[in-house]
């Protein structure tokens, strides 16, 4: 009786490293969102967002200081840019509201939350990369097509952090012989 009830727990703890694993980074936001200004908006905050909250877990777990470095800079400067996108979007005549998690950024932070030591800044790097990827194919996107200027100056401006921030995660995935992620 003892072995029946330990089975779902073991097959849970083994599909918890199995998840912890995957890498699995936030979704790629909407087509629309690299033309139109509220999907823009909107994918632009969840991806701040997202950058944002697993930087925060990344202060909490890793005793790595290059990645605690990276995380202050990440909670730092996606608030900075936040900020300005909210500014812009005003200044467009929006009023938009904050973004929600959705399933994949909610999957993407369980799976941090649930990593840790070495596995946690493999899989931390791992998301990194292709959010950072997807985040700047969004503002190069929006800045060269979008339909609102004040926003299209907004991502053009966000598009240097960004390439920052992936060359960073780039280097110290690589440092660490991890793969560079997938999109």
Known sequence: MIRLRTLPLALLLAGTAVTASAQTPPPPPPAEAKIQATAYVMAAGKSDMYEIES??????????????????????????????????????????????????????????????GADFDRLYLGQQVPAHQAALDLHQSYGAGGDQPALKTTAKKAVPIVKQHLAAAQRMQGAMGGSAGGM
């Open 55 to 116: 930087s925060r877990i990344a202060l909490q777990k890793t005793q790595n200081a290059g990645i605690r470095r990276y995380a202050d800079m990440m909670i730092k400067h996606h608030q900075k840019t936040t900020a300005d996108t909210m500014a812009a979007a005003r200044k467009a005549g929006m009023n938009p509201s904050p973004p929600a998690p959705d399933a994949g950024i909610t999957a993407s932070l369980g799976e941090l939350q649930a990593a840790s």
